[in-house]
Nanobody, 123 residues
Framework: QVQLVEAGGGLVQGGGSLRLSCVVSGGNFYNYAIGWFRQAPGKEREFVGGVARRADTSLVEDSVKGRFAISRDNAKNTVYLHLNSLKPEDTAVYYC????????????????WGQGTQVTVSS
């Protein structure tokens, strides 16, 4: 059974930074492209970015481009989401997901999800 565990969330002031991690176990990490999503209260889950299996391709949504970045360490079975210049509107639960069967930005295309990590940005 594939398991994903996110960590690194917390409370940060506006303009601050966090690094979220997503550790994948129970499967062959090299086989999985990993996506990051976030969900704010009362809103739908939205795609933030993703990284391909060999880390040769990563992408982030336009709304966070220039502030967020994704990296992957295959030796540690870990994908990172680097959050910089955080804004209060970035407050959400952040999730990583694996085993993508379709477009990056569609949550239902992913077979496995982590439990999420809360990011709260104060103004």
């Amino acid at each position: 059974q594939v398991q994903l565990v996110e960590a690194g969330g917390g409370l940060v002031q506006g303009g601050g930074s966090l690094r979220l991690s997503c550790v994948v176990s129970g499967g062959n990490f090299y086989n999985y492209a990993i996506g990051w999503f976030r969900q704010a209260p009362g809103k739908e889950r939205e795609f933030v970015g993703g990284v391909a299996r060999r880390a040769d391709t990563s992408l982030v949504e336009d709304s966070v481009k220039g502030r967020f970045a994704i990296s992957r360490d295959n030796a540690k079975n870990t994908v990172y989401l680097h959050l910089n210049s955080l804004k209060p509107e970035d407050t959400a639960v952040y999730y990583c997901a694996a085993e993508r069967a379709g477009p990056w930005y569609i949550p239902r295309q992913y077979a496995y999800w982590g439990q999420g990590t809360q990011v709260t940005v104060s103004s």
